[in-house]
């Protein structure tokens, strides 16, 4: 087959024999992961199941910029190395958590997002359920941490303009332990002109939490959301078995709202399937246990 020229009369591999990397500068890449759980809060009392709390593992920052701060888990990526190799290395390497669901989730590419250089990075979100992980900072962090995270829209707005319109979102994100409270406030716009919509993302406040990582967590939580509606990602968050009671206070600590135990039940009945094994629960009858349903395909009517 004949060999095709470009425009200065060269084959593809004599192309490539005489490419210069760098002609155009070359930004870092790094990868950052938002490692979520829910973990059991303070209980009540005997005859009723502890309250289940959303968690993001955090990690302290152990050199400049922004030394002392709390970071999600990342760093840079090798050249040898798949954004998603990354990722699960760096996760390994900073905190000792390996063989976890992870999926990618958006690239963050402002300019001046990092104070050291042009730094590109992608993020990533995993499920976990904490009961089985062993959580250790490394060498180049200060602590590695659960914090319980709770994040709210407070307001919103829809402004008309000659071109459309805009939908300003304001959040208050707050991460917290028996230690530190981390806080940020994240306003998100929706940009309407005509047929394209844009969205930008910017941080009003932030108090502990390095960079940019503010917004990523903030859109994280919201794509863990829609995830939960959708998807049976839910369950990659709890053991293998568990009572319906459980898996209903893990979806409303997701959503953020108190739903109907019948409803519930009604919407995930074909995700789940009984076991013969039960659980004692306080001063309450034993309760059936349950466990995904290894026929079940994601679909878009569990919420």
């Not at 190395?81 to 990618?104: C, F, G, H």
């Not at 502990?208 to 863990?224: N, P, Q, S, W």
């Not at 293998?240 to 019948?262: M, N, P, S």
Request: glycine share 4%; aromatic share 8%.
């Amino acid at each position: 087959m004949e060999q095709k020229l470009n425009k200065d009369g060269l084959t593809e591999e004599e192309f490539l024999k005489a490419y210069d990397p760098n002609k155009f500068e070359r930004p870092s890449v790094t990868v950052d992961i938002l490692v979520f759980t829910v973990a059991d809060g303070e209980k009540e009392n005997y005859r009723k199941l502890p309250k289940k709390t959303l968690k993001l593992l955090m990690i302290k920052r152990g050199n400049h910029p922004d030394i002392g701060k709390w970071a999600l888990p990342g760093g840079f990526v090798n050249m040898d190395e798949s954004l998603e190799e990354a990722a699960l290395r760096e996760l390994k390497e900073e905190t000792n958590v390996d063989n976890i669901y992870m999926e990618q989730l958006y690239t963050w590419g402002d300019v001046d997002r990092d104070k050291r250089t042009r730094i590109i990075t992608t993020s990533y979100m995993s499920l976990v359920d904490s009961s089985t992980l062993n959580v250790k900072a490394d060498d180049d962090a200060d602590d590695a941490k659960w914090f319980a995270v709770s994040c709210k829209c407070y307001e919103e707005n829809k402004i008309p303009n000659e071109k459309g319109y805009v939908v300003e979102r304001f959040f208050n994100l707050n991460l917290e332990n028996e230690e530190d409270k981390l806080s940020a406030v994240v306003k998100v716009s929706k940009i309407i002109e005509g047929k394209v919509a844009k969205i930008k993302r910017e941080i009003l406040e932030s108090d502990g939490i390095a960079f940019d990582h503010a917004k990523i967590i903030v859109y994280g939580i919201e794509r863990l959301k829609e995830q939960a509606k959708n998807t049976g990602i839910v369950f990659n968050l709890i053991p293998e078995l568990f009572t319906l009671t459980e898996l209903q206070q893990v979806y409303e600590v997701i959503l953020g709202t108190r739903l109907l135990k019948a409803n519930f039940r009604r919407k995930i009945l074909n995700v789940v399937v009984e076991t013969d094994k039960y659980v004692k629960n306080g001063g309450h009858r034993p309760s059936k246990l349950y466990m995904l349903n290894p026929d079940y395909i994601d679909s878009k009517d569990i919420y």
